[in-house]
C-alpha cells in the first residue's frame, strides 16, 4: 500500500505493483454483526451455553445504537462498538460511558425467551437471562433477575454473578462503583477486561493500558473480546 501511495498518478501505468492492490474505504459503513458470532462472545463468560440463539436475537444485534464502554458479561458482545470514530478523536470518557436509557422497542420474542431462561432455574440459565435483560435495555429487569439468581450461584458461579452486578452497575452509569466490585474480584479474563475498559472510560490511561495488557495475555485469540482489548489498550496509549 506504501508503494502504491507513493506512484504519482500519471506514472500509475508505468509502475509494476506490489501485491495486491488495496482500496482504502470507511470500515464503518455497512457494517453489520453476524449474530451466531456475537452470541458466541455474549456466551464467552459461562461455563456451558445454549447452542442456537435466542429469539430476535438478529434483531436486536442488528439496533444501530453504538456502545463505546462495553464491559465482558453474558448478554454484551464486542460487536456493539459499531462506530470507533468518536474513540479516535475527541476522546471525552464521560461523554462515551453508558447512562440507563429506555429499553429497546419491540423484541417482544426476546422477552418470551429471557422468562423462559430464567424459569430454568440454573446458574447458567439465570445469569444469561438477566446478561440478555440488560443488553435489551431492560434494567430493572435485569436487576431482579440477578437478584433471583443470587442463590443459585455458589462456587466458581458466584464471582460470574458478581461479574454480572458489575456490568449491570456500569450499564446504569455507576462507573466507580462497578470498578470497585471489579478490583474486588479475583482475577479471570472477564474481570482483567473489565478493569481494564472500566479505568480506560475514566480516563486513568496508564492504569488502563497495564490491565489491558493483562487482558489481552489472558484471552484466546480470535476471540472479539480479545480484538476489543486490543483496541481499548490502543486508545489508552493514543489518549495518555
Not at 55 to 83: C, H, I
Not at 107 to 135: C, D, F, I, N, Q
Not at 201 to 218: Q, S, V
Request: aromatic share 8%.
Amino acid at each position: 500500500m506504501t508503494s502504491f501511495l507513493a506512484v504519482h498518478s500519471d506514472s500509475i501505468a508505468a509502475v509494476e505493483p506490489v501485491g495486491p492492490e488495496v482500496a482504502p474505504h470507511e470500515v464503518a459503513a455497512g457494517f453489520r454483526v453476524e449474530p451466531r458470532t456475537a452470541w458466541a462472545d455474549a456466551t464467552a463468560t459461562l461455563p456451558t451455553s445454549p447452542t442456537a440463539t435466542p429469539t430476535e436475537w438478529a434483531t436486536l444485534v442488528s439496533l444501530p445504537t453504538t456502545v463505546y464502554a462495553v464491559p465482558m458479561a453474558a448478554g454484551n458482545f464486542p460487536q456493539r462498538v459499531k462506530d470507533v470514530s468518536p474513540l479516535l478523536a475527541k476522546f471525552n470518557p464521560v461523554a462515551l460511558r453508558p447512562t440507563a436509557g429506555a429499553p429497546s422497542p419491540g423484541l417482544s420474542g426476546l422477552r418470551t425467551w429471557v422468562v423462559r431462561e430464567a424459569k430454568k432455574k440454573t446458574a447458567v440459565s439465570a445469569l444469561l437471562a438477566a446478561g440478555v435483560a440488560r443488553t435489551a435495555g431492560e434494567l430493572d429487569w435485569a436487576g431482579e433477575l440477578l437478584a433471583d439468581a443470587e442463590a443459585l450461584c455458589t462456587g466458581d458461579d458466584r464471582a460470574r454473578w458478581e461479574n454480572e452486578r458489575a456490568a449491570l452497575a456500569w450499564q446504569i452509569g455507576d462507573a466507580a462503583g462497578a470498578l470497585a466490585r471489579w478490583e474486588a474480584l479475583p482475577d479471570s479474563p472477564a474481570v482483567r477486561f473489565n478493569r481494564g475498559m472500566a479505568l480506560l472510560f475514566l480516563g486513568r490511561f496508564a492504569d488502563a493500558r497495564l490491565a489491558l495488557t493483562t487482558a489481552i495475555e489472558a484471552l484466546p485469540e480470535g476471540s472479539g473480546w480479545r480484538d476489543l482489548a486490543e483496541l481499548y489498550r490502543t486508545l489508552a496509549e493514543i489518549h495518555g
